[in-house]
């Protein structure tokens, strides 16, 4: 049975890795609205890869399927963002087809073993084996198995003051090559809720960003414009998301509407700013 609709992306993997080792970028995009046809755009787009974010949001598994499907046969890798270090979760991932699972809130050396152990078949990890698509619906068990040990991508995502401290053990788990930075959750673990980057946070992500290449490792983070995608790069980050998809269709539609003289920045209130306007003039 050759590499297809059935099995990993065993060839965009091992792409993925070689330009990782040669220092070279791998460039995503963080998917967080549930249409497939983003990520088929991404895939067309020629991006290596594209992370769906089932952290948060309103994915489900069937949605989550067809965006793996969206990447099929292609040089495009498929990572899902589970919500937590989770058994289940990591398995019914990588059964459907995905390249790999992010966790979030990795923060020990305890931590970073279990998601090697939830993501690699025995003995190297205690992941069941299944009959869906990543087996070619059981039809090639043997070959899966032994292509998801040695390719499947496992992501840790380093988002707490804890996981600095710790870092120097995770760094000697073996079964990772690449974390991922969350500077949000790490600014909330910091102290400093709802800040992209509160104080001392950027200073202690580069320096865990020193620590892991110094190990050898990759490190990957959400870059917030084409600007910061730049930033981003010269600091030494490999493996960058562009952006994720709603923030660039907000931050584009935002340039358009300006363009004409309107600005609709975006508020909690479920109610648009020009009506609550509207309403405004209407009671005066």
């Not at 000697?172 to 910091?190: I, L, R």
């Not at 990957?220 to 998809?245: H, N, T, W, Y």
């Amino acid at each position: 049975m050759g590499n297809g609709d059935s099995r990993l992306k065993t060839e965009a993997l091992q792409e993925f890795r070689r330009k990782l080792q040669a220092d070279k970028p791998v460039f995503g995009l963080w998917s967080t609205l549930p249409s497939p046809t983003i990520t088929a755009i991404a895939v067309e787009a020629g991006l290596d890869w594209v992370a769906i974010d089932a952290e948060h949001g309103s994915f489900d598994w069937a949605t989550i399927e067809r965006h793996i499907r969206a990447t099929v046969r292609s040089s495009t890798v498929l990572i899902v963002r589970v919500s937590e270090l989770n058994s289940s979760l990591f398995k019914r991932s990588l059964d459907i087809g995905a390249d790999g699972v992010s966790a979030p809130f990795i923060s020990t050396a305890a931590d970073v073993r279990q998601a090697v152990d939830y993501a690699l078949y025995p003995p190297k990890g205690i992941r069941a084996v299944g009959g869906d698509r990543a087996t070619g619906w059981a039809q090639c068990l043997a070959t899966h198995v032994v292509e998801a040990n040695d390719n499947v991508l496992i992501l840790p995502n380093l988002e707490t003051v804890e996981a600095s401290r710790n870092l120097d053990q995770m760094l000697e788990v073996p079964g990772v090559d690449t974390y991922f930075f969350g500077p949000a959750d790490f600014s909330a673990s910091a102290g400093y809720p709802g800040q992209w980057q509160g104080p001392g946070v950027a200073e202690a992500l580069l320096d865990m960003k020193d620590r892991i290449r110094a190990a050898g490792k990759h490190c990957g983070i959400i870059a917030g414009s084409p600007e910061d995608v730049c930033l981003r790069l010269k600091q030494g980050f490999r493996m960058i998301a562009v952006g994720s998809d709603s923030g660039l269709l907000i931050k584009g539609l935002r340039q358009s509407l300006l363009s004409i003289g309107r600005d609709t920045a975006l508020t909690t209130s479920l109610i648009p700013l020009n009506n609550l306007k509207g309403m405004t003039a209407n009671n005066d």
